[in-house]
């Protein structure tokens, strides 16, 4: 075991954060912290490092152990190079390398002891170098910096001018050729694009230390965690495997433990009408009972309800009107900015209803063809045209269609002033702002929060054809899956730019990559580009007029349809089974309840006629009635014992 946190207790201004949590990572293991924004997990993160003090518990780490912790936007700050800025993490070896120098000058000019001493000190130098990888390290300096997405004449650029998402990748590089026991990464993905995220997925996979990463990246996740810790409620929980494991897990978790809390909601409100109904008998008997029950249901330990799900939150999306079948034709399209050529003859076609990806490296100009299919920006050559009555819905990463002096009600109200307050408030509860939230500045939020109200927003619209730039940048994962939910169900057309590679594999038909300046046609989802990718690039080069050819799976339905049939008509069967037993218990009870009030209104009106003066001198008619009375108790007490199991 490499770390260890018992009871970890941290609250600000009396809100509990964390609540007595613990866990333990093992050496080698690779583990991820999951949980809503503002869950606590970044608070956890930094009292692990020492970063900040717990109001109570314990963190230890193993002895000699040492860590390395890469902060949400840490970014170094220095007039170095690139290449040097990381070199600089290899400081002991090229001290190391430098002494192996010296001692090979310094052998040429000795000989007899003195030589024998130095080349004692050689060979115990070189074996030093070499147990640290020494002749290596030159070229895996390199292979980070490329994996990290810096191209070799970037190698000599100073940090200082570089944005604040490359001092991140530089600052993540230093790291990682530190190679620390255990590594804590928050939010690593943030500033990668798709390549460099895949590289530093196989790198942290075969990492030879522990790792804990803390990520909305839920594909990142599946690739490299073997184990999830859960931050609820202030409340940690472990979970075994990966990111999908655990979603699976927690659904199963939550699904049984509502069942369990409705099943004794409905047993509570089942034993309190018996109770009702068993002191409505009025007999001594029969009271007791319900005496007995009461105070069993008073022993019962109360289930609290579960808390809320992705699944009670949904979200829609409503074209106006359908539109045509051709929503979107590109023809020859091409940009540049100077002399940087983004792409050039880019041709391909949507259809309605299909939801398409565009992906790619970093700068490869993908932001930039959502602008020109949106009017913001011209294209240098080709053209495109809308189909008939198709009405855009946009999404943009700078979020423009928000103002920031209103409120997040105001936000709303404004631009749809036919909703009525309780329309407002729910739609902004979709998007998880309940209570005071609603009346948030936009100027106030962060970027994820503004990026759920332009959502908000473009969920009232009426578009036919959305077009979203990063839809998922910021969001957390509950929010993400809302989003991927709502675009699924949504029946008009979507084209969208993204590097979460989860919510391509959820949302999209058919991806687009944008490489070579030019455009690759996968129809598929994400998994299914990765299988082809390479074949398709093959053929792509091998094409000199760069015609794309789609790919078609299939999906090997007609079989499941036969066994989901079978199935089905099994599942029937037991169903109306069980149907039927329940209505015969349902007759049953009835039967029984009709017969109990029958004889307890004739008990009535016996006791009505004994005592009546007029038949009080009638000795047989005062006999019969007796009888009759004594038979109606007798079959009284056993329909109440039948009434009870039945209403059991």
Partial sequence: MILSCQNICKSFQEKKVLDHVSFHIEDYEKAAVVG????????????????????????????????????????????????????????????LENRIRDCEIAMQSVEGDELEALMRQYASLTHDFEMANGYAYKSELTGVLKGLGFKEEEFSKSVSNLSGGEKTRVALGKLLLAKPDLIILDEPTNHLDMSSVAWLETYLTNYKGAVIIVSHDRYFLDKIASRIIEIDQAKATVFSGNYTDYARKKEQLRTAAMNAYLNQQREIRHHEEVIEKLRSFNREKSIKRAESREKMLEKTEVLEKPAQSRADMR?????????????????????????????????????????????????????????????????????????????????????????????????????????????????????????????????????????????????????????????????????????????????????????????INRTAHRILDLTDHTFVNYVGNYDYYLEKRDVQTAALHRTE????????????????????????????????????KLRKKENDLKRCED?????????????????????????????????????????????YEEWEALAE
């Fill in 315 to 503: 979200l829609t999306l409503s074209p106006r009107i359908p539109g045509g079948n051709d929503v979107l034709t590109v023809e020859h399209l091409g940009k540049s900015f100077g002399s940087h050529l983004l792409f050039q003859d880019v041709s391909f076609e949507i259809r309605r209803g299909e939801h398409v990806a565009v992906i790619g490296d970093n700068g490869t100009g993908k932001t930039t063809l959502l602008k020109i299919i949106n009017s913001l920006l011209p294209a240098d050559s080709g053209s495109f045209h809308l189909g008939s009555q198709v009405e855009i819905g946009y999404y943009d990463q700078e979020h423009h269609v928000l103002h920031g002096e209103k409120t997040l009600f105001e936000e709303i109200s404004d631009d749809y002033p036919s909703l009525t307050n309780t329309e407002i408030r729910n739609t902004l509860a979709a998007f998880l702002y309940t209570g005071d939230d609603v009346f948030k500045r936009i100027g106030d939020l962060s970027g994820g929060e503004r990026g759920r109200v332009s959502l908000a927003k473009l969920m009232l619209g009426s578009a036919n054809f959305l077009i979203l730039d990063e839809p998922t940048n910021h969001l957390d994962i509950l929010s993400k899956e809302i989003l991927e939910d709502a675009l699924n169900s949504y029946e008009g057309t979507v084209l969208y730019v993204s590097h979460d590679r989860y919510f």
């Fill in 36 to 95: 809503i924004n503002g869950a606590g997990k970044t608070t956890l993160l930094r009292i692990i490092t020492g970063r900040m003090q717990a109001d109570e518990g314990q963190v230890a780490l193993s002895k000699d152990k040492t860590i390395g912790y890469l902060a949400q936007n840490d970014a170094v700050d220095t007039s170095n190079t690139v290449y040097e800025e990381l070199l600089s993490v290899k400081q002991d070896l090229i001290e």
């Fill in 545 to 580: 007029n760069g015609r794309r050819t789609d790919f078609y799976v299939s999906s090997g339905q007609e079989n499941s349809s036969d066994n989901a049939s079978s199935q089905g008509r099994q599942d029937w069967k037991a169903r109306k089974e069980a149907q039927a």
């Fill in 595 to 639: 017969r109990i009030a029958l004889l307890e209104e004739r008990n009535r009106r016996i006791e009505e006629k004994l005592s009546d003066p007029s038949i009080g001198t009638q000795a047989a008619k005062l006999q019969e009635l007796a009888k009759e009375q004594a038979d109606n108790n007798a079959e009284l007490e056993k329909l």
